[in-house]
């Protein structure tokens, strides 16, 4: 028989694949599952006996938690990257290293296909098939719901004509969840007016009372919440079970999809937002003018490449560079209170805070230059605009 791997999560496109490539095209259907952060061990156990269930000869879960996060996350931090200043990039960011993982272990396997669900008109498609064609050619790529043009509820109604229960209330909503952030796709979002209702997010409010939260950074990274030391990855999470009690990082994302359409897509990221939003005000203290004049252009192209499915350009490796370089003197505390679906920033502590300088207090005291220097400094900046001005009038 044929081998073929797919990437495989347990939702309904992929049940789908996997039904229907060992019933109808008689595969050896091999799944892999690649963690970055959204599966529980129950949830791996489950997904693996669904999958068996369903025809796979056998199911793999890979912990790429880690790898994710070396790999990818740590830059989306440097960077403060949103897309279009609201999307964390939750999901576009774990499609690179879950392809390159399923990559790996089909050459281990020595499968000569490989099989995702993306449909043919989404962002996934190109990332998952990029990955795939750069690192293994060879390989040929299978995808059954983009080649046949399927619906959410024909994907239903085949798993169902063919024996296979899964929650279909559930399966209305494409729901992925990773370290960081979950995705949310229903019909609500194939709109343009209509919001998703509360119970299409995963984390419901159960907390109302603010709360004050200390984060802290070393060059960058989150190494710590409320004073405990952990791996910035083991930081994201426990700060998502902290947050997600208080329904914080919903929204809707409206975005151009590399394939030229617009799109939407709901998301709940509360330890993504809040990290991003902490470190950038920690940045505002301890990096110069023009480090974060540079920084924010750098960022945007690095969030972009990594959206359009460009992680394996060489380019990539070079905005890392830089991204890391300018964390030196990022390193303190930040103070956050939460709120129901809200967060607010409350200040910093860092020993290379720049407003610690013995310069001056900004609208009170200068102590380093005169009044005289600042009238000279004042006349001599004005010059260009005096001259435009004066050439104007004499026009």
């Given at each position: 028989m044929k081998k073929v791997v797919?990437?495989?999560?347990?939702g309904l496109d992929t049940s789908y694949c996997a039904k229907y490539l060992s019933k109808e095209e008689n595969f050896e259907v091999h799944a892999v599952s690649v963690n970055t952060g959204g599966f529980s061990e129950e949830e791996v156990e489950n997904i693996g006996s669904n999958a068996k269930k369903i025809g796979a000869a056998t199911y793999k879960n890979i912990?790429?938690?880690?790898?994710?996060y070396d790999k990818v996350v740590k830059y989306l931090i440097y960077g403060n990257v949103l897309k279009?200043?609201?999307?964390?990039?939750?999901?576009?960011?774990?499609?690179?290293?879950?392809?390159?993982?399923?990559?790996?272990?089909?050459?281990?396997?020595?499968?000569?296909?490989?099989?995702?669900?993306?449909?043919?008109a989404g962002n996934d498609q190109v990332r998952f098939d990029m990955i795939f064609q750069t690192i293994a050619p060879k390989i040929k790529i299978i995808t059954p719901i983009r080649d046949k043009q399927l619906s959410r509820q024909e994907e239903i109604d085949y798993l169902k004509a063919n024996g296979v229960d899964m929650n279909w209330e559930k399966a209305k909503y494409s729901v992925?969840?990773?370290?960081?952030?979950?995705?949310v796709g229903g019909a609500e979002t194939l709109t343009s007016e209509k919001p998703l209702p509360e119970e299409a997010y995963p984390s419901q409010l159960k907390e109302k009372d603010p709360k004050q939260i200390s984060l802290s950074f070393t060059k960058g990274e989150l190494t710590g919440v409320n004073g405990k030391m952990n791996d910035p990855e083991k930081n994201i999470q426990i700060l998502e079970e902290i947050a997600n009690k208080y329904a914080i990082g919903r929204d809707i994302h409206v975005g151009d999809t590399i394939i030229g359409i617009k799109g939407r897509v709901g998301f709940e990221a509360a330890a993504a937002l809040i990290t991003i939003k902490s470190h950038h005000l920690l940045e505002k203290h301890t990096l110069s003018k023009w480090q974060l004049q540079h920084k924010d252009y750098i960022a945007n192209w690095y969030g972009?490449?990594?959206?359009?499915?460009?992680?394996?350009?060489?380019?990539?490796?070079?905005l890392e560079a830089f991204l890391e370089s300018s964390q030196e003197q990022v390193s303190g505390e930040v103070f956050v209170t939460l709120h129901p679906y809200r967060f607010t920033l409350d200040g910093i502590k860092s020993q290379y805070d720049l407003m610690n300088s013995g310069f001056g207090k900004y609208g009170e005291e200068n102590k380093a230059w005169t009044a005289d220097d600042a009238k000279g400094f004042i006349k001599i900046l004005s010059n260009s605009g005096k001259i435009y001005q004066h050439v104007k009038e004499e026009a």
């Open positions: 797919i990437a495989y999560s347990g912990d790429a938690v880690s790898s994710f279009n200043d609201t999307y964390p990039l939750s999901v576009s960011a774990e499609r690179i290293v879950q392809a390159i993982e399923i990559v790996n272990y089909a050459k281990e396997i020595g499968a000569e296909y490989i099989a995702h669900g993306s449909t043919g992925n969840k990773g370290l960081w952030g979950t995705s972009t490449h990594l959206h359009e499915g460009l992680y394996l350009d060489p380019v990539m490796r070079d």
